[in-house]
């Protein structure tokens, strides 16, 4: 987006609480003291456009970019596509256990000369039943937000887990750490990357 159309586009209250969350992680670790937290967050709440709360966070690193507030028909989509999800991480293992089972059923009873009872049932059924109620329940609570949270923060986890194999690659290859660097000689390299800004801080569940 153009940053002609930011200076225009108008923020949405939901954009200021982002703005301001960002804030307040940048007061927790230094970054700002009260007082610029302070009329900063009464800048984010009193901001009309995006680049106006865009002003608010250029000099902080590591900050979320600010992004416009998702029409509600691209919203239920995305909510519809984590409900999916969601079902399939419930539902997935009782569906190849009635496949599994209805298949060694069918098999028995092809190799029988009489009726075979469906016995899969007596598995699958009750199995079925808790997890109805899981499912109620779940989706009441909001359990398919959650998984679709913390899956989000493994993704993160494994891309940051990535990112720092590639750093140590490189910083062996350059001669900056042995072949086998003690687990202080990661640390602190790691904690001078993060410093540099060549590796974001780890993923945190807040995020």
Do not use: C
Request: charged fraction near 30%; proline fraction near 5%.
């Amino acid at each position: 987006m153009a940053d002609v159309s930011r200076e225009q586009m108008r923020a949405a209250d939901d954009d200021r609480r982002q703005v301001a969350d960002q804030l307040r992680l940048a007061l927790e670790e230094g970054r700002l003291d009260l007082t610029e937290y302070d009329e900063r967050l009464q800048g984010a709440y009193a901001a009309k456009t995006y680049a106006e709360l865009d002003r608010l966070l250029t000099d902080l690193p590591n900050s979320a970019p600010l992004v416009p507030a998702q029409s509600a028909e691209v919203v239920g989509v995305e909510a519809e596509g984590t409900r999916a999800a969601w079902l399939g991480h419930v539902w997935g293992g009782w569906a190849k256990a009635a496949v599994f089972f209805t298949l060694i059923w069918g098999i028995s009873s092809l190799a029988s000369t009489e009726a075979i009872f469906y016995w899969p049932v007596w598995i699958v059924g009750p199995w079925g039943v808790v997890l109805v109620f899981r499912t109620i329940g779940g989706l009441a609570s909001g359990e398919p937000r959650k998984h679709a949270a913390e899956e989000e923060h493994r993704r993160r986890l494994r891309e940051h887990k990535r990112d720092r194999k590639a750093l140590y690659t490189k910083a062996i290859a350059a001669g900056e750490l042995p072949d086998k660097p003690s687990k202080e000689q990661r640390k602190a390299f790691i904690a001078e990357a993060m410093a540099r800004g060549d590796l974001p801080p780890k993923p945190r569940r807040d995020q």
